[in-house]
């Protein structure tokens, strides 16, 4: 089949990027990469990207086919010949471009080690083996997928507007760590994902599970972590503050308390009377002395409060990590 | 042809954002849709209690869908990219894990609220009138065409992605609100960030990353030159509209930009008027475009 794909090409001189067009003629199996191969081999041996393992696995091929990040390898040719398109292959974004379709990913490692991604221990290592239930490697199973290629972190939308969020690779991976039976240090990390650019940065985009080439899911994964900091009381971010407005609210009225999400998230913007008095004369602000009630009011409390119990059962499996066997045999 | 809906309006249309659901049941009826109401229903939770309390979050949205059931509707018609995920989600997993639904039955039935046998479909109106019967009755139904009118769709996050909850369309080439567009008898506007966030979910605890991520789709659309944007999501309504003026300032762009929401685009082209559909409760005044609409006939 006759591919051509359109090249973003950047050399470090260059004030800005061009695009370059190849067309080559390719086997009906044939992926991105070996689509990349081919005009490296047969056309432009300058042409720029990384690679190794071709198979989904070494997370190196990393780079966007029409502003969406793929796994050049992992992405057949086929189906877009087919539809009669002619793809821009251009690098992931939010990592500064080195060459052509090759980026600087020490801003991405930086935020991996900035979580802390290894195993915190207290005491002495087990003499043989740590003992994982089936169970408690479900819980981190997703997590555990990722092969760090970049992808999420390329598209995800806040870190445009916060290039120093800890993003979706970093935060998933904390999320891999604060789940693991074995770790001791869960309330280290929770406090950690709970700063300035933790999980309360996440604007809940989904790019990045629409963009894991893995299935890892990281939002899911924010999710997880937002929710332990929650179930452990620790309030003190914005973000946390406001997802309480929405958990009393449903269970109070029924209905979302908007009136209260200003001054409980941020009392300081509450003081900011005009942008207040805006929203009053379009009638965007409810009366906040007579709030919408829901029917069935009872049911919803109800509910709440029993699961909440519940809750409290889960939450203290995850606090000490109960069913770790340590196995001390020498 | 399908024209029966348990009708689940969700918080802000039923509260900050009325103007979107008065507009929808005026819609409705112009399109031989029957909202039927659901008693007792509440918020969903939004992303904030899918994310603190998940648990709860499934509770409270097993409880919505058991609701619906229990009204004989097979279908839940939602107005709101976020209610729609919260309640697919549910509903996806509840349906995936019988273990899970018995165990969320039991909670639901010892509080004495209705249980879920898993039958609930939930659709947003964006895909009951950008295809198939409901596509041809909106063609129907636009009966003052938009024309000459320059259009710019914004969907929001979370009616494209996660793809494989929502699966409506492509979600990086989305075409449902350019096809209501033109059957409305506007020109719709492309442009690249159509499909970003609005930042609405972090504005409160996180203004200043939520404003950068709302100035981009803002000025993308003015530049295109677009006359109003319109979108299939409250919160992204409201960012759009009530946040421009702290973009603008932001961004030291003078934005001017109309924010409609979809049933009041439809409701336009419809023939229904500006009272009825409530183009005063906007932040950002649509005269420059409502004139243009209603040129030939009084407000």
């Known amino acids: ?330 | 042809m399908k024209s029966s809906y348990a009708y689940y309006p969700g918080c802000l249309a039923s509260l900050s954002q009325k103007e979107l659901d008065t507009s929808t049941r005026a819609v409705a009826e112009r399109l031989g849709f029957s909202l039927v109401e659901i008693p007792g229903f509440t918020c969903c939770g939004a992303g904030d209690v899918h994310e603190a309390r998940p648990e709860y979050y499934l509770h409270l949205n097993a409880r919505i869908l058991g609701q619906a059931e229990q009204l004989e509707q097979d279908t839940i018609m939602t107005i709101c990219n976020v209610c729609t995920l919260n309640l697919r989600q549910a509903n996806h997993k509840l349906r995936e894990d019988a273990e899970l639904l018995a165990r969320v039955n039991k909670n639901l039935a010892e509080v004495g609220a209705a249980t879920y046998s898993g039958g609930v479909e939930v659709r947003h109106l964006l895909w009951e009138i950008a295809e198939g019967d409901g596509y041809e009755k909106l063609k129907q139904v636009a009966e003052r065409p938009l024309t000459g009118i320059r259009i710019a769709p914004f969907y929001g996050c979370q009616i494209l992605r996660p793809s494989k909850l929502l699966g409506f369309e492509d979600p990086d080439r989305p075409q449902s609100l350019e096809r209501i567009i033109t059957a409305c008898g506007a020109e719709p506007v492309d442009y690249p960030s159509k499909i970003k966030c609005c930042g609405f979910p972090i504005v409160l605890a996180r203004e200043e990353v939520a404003l950068g991520e709302l100035i981009q789709p803002l000025a993308e659309a003015q530049a295109a030159g677009a006359d109003a944007m319109v979108t299939p999501c409250p919160l992204c309504h409201l960012s759009l509209d009530a946040w421009q003026g702290k973009a603008a300032r932001e961004a030291d762009i003078d934005f001017d930009m109309p924010i409609l929401h979809l049933a009041q685009l439809v409701g336009a082209a419809a023939g229904l008027s500006y009272d009825e559909l409530l183009f005063k409760r906007h932040l950002v005044r649509t005269d420059r475009l409502t004139d243009k609409i209603y040129a030939e006939t009084t407000q």
């Not at chain 1, 941020?266 to 919408?292: E, I, Q, S, T, Y």
Request: aromatic share 6%.
């Open chain 1, 1 to 330: 089949m006759e591919v051509t794909l359109q090249i973003q090409r950047y050399l470090p001189d260059d004030d800005e990027s061009r695009l370059d067009s190849f067309t080559v003629d390719a086997p009906e199996t044939a992926t991105l990469l070996d689509v990349l191969d081919q005009i490296k081999d047969e056309q432009d041996g300058s042409l720029t990207y990384r690679k190794s393992c071709r198979m989904a696995v070494c997370g190196s091929c990393g780079m966007r086919m029409d502003g969406a990040a793929v796994l050049a390898c992992k992405q057949p040719m086929a189906p877009l010949v087919e539809e009669g398109r002619t793809p821009v292959i251009s690098p992931m974004g939010n990592l500064p471009v080195i060459k052509d379709l090759v980026v600087d990913m020490e801003p991405f490692w930086g935020k991996f080690r900035a979580v802390q991604p290894w195993l915190e221990e207290d005491g002495d290592p087990p003499v043989k083996e740590w003992r994982v239930q089936q169970q408690e490697l479900d819980r981190i199973f997703k997590e555990a997928l990722c092969i760090q290629c970049g992808c999420c972190v390329s598209e995800c939308n806040s870190m445009e507007a916060d290039p120093d969020f800890l993003g979706p690779a970093a935060l998933a991976k904390a999320a891999r760590f604060v789940g693991d039976a074995r770790d001791r240090g869960r309330m280290k990390r929770l406090q950690m994902a709970n700063g300035a650019h933790g999980v309360w940065d996440c604007t809940r985009c989904y790019f990045c599970n629409e963009r894991c080439p893995k299935g890892v899911d990281p939002r899911d994964a924010i999710a997880k972590i937002g929710g332990e900091i929650y179930a452990e009381g620790m309030l003190s971010d914005k973000g946390a503050r406001h997802a309480q407005v929405f958990d009393f609210s449903s269970h109070a009225t029924g209905y979302l308390l908007e009136t209260a999400l200003v001054p409980y998230t941020d009392p300081m913007k509450a003081l900011d009377v005009k942008f207040a008095l805006k929203m009053v004369r379009a009638g965007k602000a409810p009366n906040p002395l007579r709030p919408h009630r829901a029917n069935k009011l009872g049911e919803v409390r109800a509910l709440s409060k029993l699961v909440k119990e519940q809750e409290k059962e889960s939450l203290a499996d995850k606090r000490t990590g109960v069913t770790v066997d340590r196995e001390n045999e020498s």
